[in-house]
């Protein structure tokens, strides 16, 4: 791209977040990555190996500010019946200024955290919770 707009340069403000189906208007940030698995292959005649992609991992993250124990009370359930807890994390950044929108579906999330309580005196109250997933 030679050249672009200022303007059209996506702006966060315009996220939104769905947690197991639930909107989730407390939303402060949401990302989501693949991370390549290799495994070097020797080759003769090379002082360097070579690379062979050899799987991925999904992983993300989201924060909220702390309004509800929405998260909290889903993951809890689940773990209190000896339950694996598995989401579906819906992310979507609607600039109306950008060139267009984003949206994107984790399937099978696994959080990595359970958060009970966290809170400190004077400060409002957030929490983040890292994810794995399985399929997007």
């Known amino acids: 791209m ?11 403000t315009y996220g939104e977040l769905w947690f197991d189906g ?9 990302k989501g990555e ?11 005649g090379h002082l360097i190996d070579g690379q062979k992609m050899t799987g991925l991992e999904g992983k993300g993250e989201f924060k909220l500010h702390k309004v509800s124990s929405t998260v909290m009370g889903k993951v809890s359930d689940s773990l209190k019946r000896g339950k694996t807890p598995s989401f579906t994390i819906i992310s979507k950044v ?15 999330c696994k959080l990595d955290k359970a958060i ?3 809170w400190e005196a004077q400060k409002n109250a957030e929490e983040s919770y890292s994810f794995t997933f399985e399929d997007w």
């Open 2 to 12: 030679r050249g672009f707009n200022p303007d059209n340069v996506i702006n966060g």
């Open 22 to 30: 639930d909107y989730m208007a407390e939303v402060l940030s949401c």
């Open 34 to 44: 693949l991370n390549i698995k290799y495994t070097s292959i020797t080759r003769v």
């Open 94 to 108: 609607a600039d109306p200024d950008a060139l267009g929108a984003e949206r994107v579906a984790f399937y099978n």
């Open 116 to 118: 009970l309580a966290d």
